[in-house]
T-cell receptor, first 115, second 117 residues
Framework: SAVISQKPSRDICQRGTSLTIQCQVD?????MFWYRQQPGQSLTLIAT?????????ESGFVIDKFPISRPNLTFSTLTVSNMSPEDSSIYLC????????????FGPGTRLTVL | AQKVTQAQTEISVVEKEDVTLDCVYE???????LFWYKQPPSGELVFLIR??????QNEISGRYSWNFQKSTSSFNFTITASQVVDSAVYFC??????????????FGAGTRLAVHP
């Protein structure tokens, strides 16, 4: 399994600002995924990030609000832009491999609170 | 439609009790995978098991066991002799192939398990 780290682990931000979350993996992976978990809720996929191409966003999520970078096979960032209190969530990155149906391993998450 | 239902929102048990967490899924795919993840209070998601649609053998790992029944589209998870450390939210997930050949996970709503001493 891959070892995944995220920065920051938590943050408290003001409305209208932006926060960039970093996800670092200890090995090269093809696919990286970003999920949001709102308080008391399940996980919802935001987007899939493949190195060297544009991220693919799920319905209800747009690039202007959640821009993603994937500069290499071990790193990705998710930015939460123009934040509002509704963006308060845990944001998790996960990685999957080349094989179909691979289990995804998750980072520790970033707990974001927007005031 | 692809969907995972965990009807039990919260379960509370006393230590050493056995507890079963239910998971029912919907998919039109003939090949799929099912997963269970554990999310302790720290928030990290811990992978527990993966099961493919062609393998209906039950699996046991220590105090954990899983019962996969295709006929009822269920993938239930039993913890035997529960312990306080088992307190967490447990998610069942269905793996769906999307274009490009890679999977993405559809999660159930989760079941919060509280084990009391």
């Amino acid at each position: 399994s891959a070892v995944i780290s995220q920065k920051p682990s938590r943050d408290i931000c003001q409305r209208g600002t932006s926060l960039t979350i970093q996800c670092q993996v200890d090995s090269q992976v093809t696919m990286m995924f970003w999920y949001r978990q709102q308080p008391g809720q399940s996980l919802t996929l935001i987007a899939t990030a493949n190195q060297g191409s544009e991220a693919t966003y799920e319905s209800g999520f747009v690039i202007d609000k959640f821009p993603i970078s994937r500069p290499n096979l071990t790193f990705s960032t998710l930015t939460v832009s123009n934040m509002s209190p509704e963006d308060s969530s845990i944001y998790l990155c996960s990685v999957g491999g080349l094989s179909s149906y691979n289990e995804q391993f998750f980072g520790p998450g970033t707990r974001l609170t927007v005031l | 439609a692809q969907k995972v239902t965990q009807a039990q929102t919260e379960i509370s048990v006393v230590e050493k009790e056995d507890v079963t967490l239910d998971c029912v899924y919907e998919t039109r795919d003939t090949t799929y995978y099912l997963f269970w993840y554990k999310q302790p209070p720290s928030g990290e998601l811990v992978f527990l098991i993966r099961r493919n649609s062609f393998d209906e053998q039950n699996e046991i790992s220590g105090r954990y066991s899983w019962n996969f029944q295709k006929s009822t589209s269920s993938f239930n998870f039993t913890i035997t002799a529960s312990q306080v450390v088992d307190s967490a939210v447990y998610f069942c997930a269905l793996s769906v192939i999307f274009s490009g050949g890679y999977n993405k996970l559809i999660f159930g709503a989760g079941t919060r398990l509280a084990v009391h001493p």
